[in-house]
Nanobody
Framework: QVQLVESGGGLVQAGGSLRLSCAAS????????MGWYRQTPGKQRELVAF????????NYADSVKGRFTISRDNAKNTVYLQMNSLKPEDTAVYYC???????????????WGQGTQVTVSS
């Protein structure tokens, strides 16, 4: 079994910072891209940022460019999201995503974490 476990969410004032972490564990053969998504009630889940397997390429939603930074530690199967200059509109449940291959199985599939709440007060 594979698990993605997020941590680091919480309540912060506008202008503050938070760092989210997501660790993948289990029978993992390889991990390709990893990313962060967020969702608010009544809205579709949206991509916040993703990073390729080697970390050489990243992509961000326009709304977070210049404020958020995604990084990963492949030795720990962990992806991070450093969020600075937070705004109330960043309030959402943040989900970790990983495209990975399970050991002993063919194919690459999407796996999701359980989500972590980020609340930014004005």
């Amino acid at each position: 079994q594979v698990q993605l476990v997020e941590s680091g969410g919480g309540l912060v004032q506008a202008g503050g910072s938070l760092r989210l972490s997501c660790a993948a564990s289990g029978s993992i053969f390889s991990i390709n891209a990893m990313g962060w998504y967020r969702q608010t009630p009544g809205k579709q889940r949206e991509l916040v940022a993703f990073i390729t397997s080697g970390g050489g390429s990243t992509n961000y939603a326009d709304s977070v460019k210049g404020r958020f930074t995604i990084s990963r530690d492949n030795a720990k199967n962990t992806v991070y999201l450093q969020m600075n200059s937070l705004k109330p509109e960043d309030t959402a449940v943040y989900y970790c995503n990983a495209e990975l291959q399970v050991a002993g199985r063919h194919g690459v599939y999407d796996y999701w974490g359980q989500g972590t709440q980020v609340t930014v007060s004005s």
